[in-house]
Nanobody, 124 residues
Framework: QLQLVESGGGLVQPGGSLRLSCAAS????????IGWFRQAPGKEREGVSC???????NYSDSVKGRFTTSRDNTMNTVYLQMNSLEPADTAIYYCAALGVRNFCIRTAAWYGNWGQGTQVTVSS
């Protein structure tokens, strides 16, 4: 059974950093793209970044240069390193899996398997 578990969220001051983890199990992780999404209260789910099975990445303009996605296939884990955090980054962050090799997309409708989310709050 495919399972994704996010961790690493919390409260951080503006300008601070957090690293989120997405631990995967129950499927051939090496062959899957992983997307990171976030949803703030009253807003639509936003695609933050994605990483292909081969390690290529894609970022939204709102986080480009501040966030970095990486994967460790030996640990079946994808990371989202978030630097220079801003109050506008406050949201629940989700990871999701897409079973297509060497491809990823930041559109939520493409992903059928989601984690439960982890809260990130940026506030002084």
């Amino acid at each position: 059974q495919l399972q994704l578990v996010e961790s690493g969220g919390g409260l951080v001051q503006p300008g601070g950093s957090l690293r989120l983890s997405c631990a995967a199990s129950g499927f051939s992780f090496d062959y899957y793209a992983i997307g990171w999404f976030r949803q703030a209260p009253g807003k639509e789910r936003e695609g933050v970044s994605c990483i292909t099975s081969g390690g290529a990445t894609n970022y939204s303009d709102s986080v480009k240069g501040r966030f970095t996605t990486s994967r460790d296939n030996t640990m079946n884990t994808v990371y989202l390193q978030m630097n220079s955090l801003e109050p506008a980054d406050t949201a629940i962050y989700y990871c999701a899996a897409l079973g297509v090799r060497n491809f990823c997309i930041r559109t939520a409708a493409w992903y059928g398997n989601w984690g439960q989310g982890t809260q990130v709050t940026v506030s002084s």
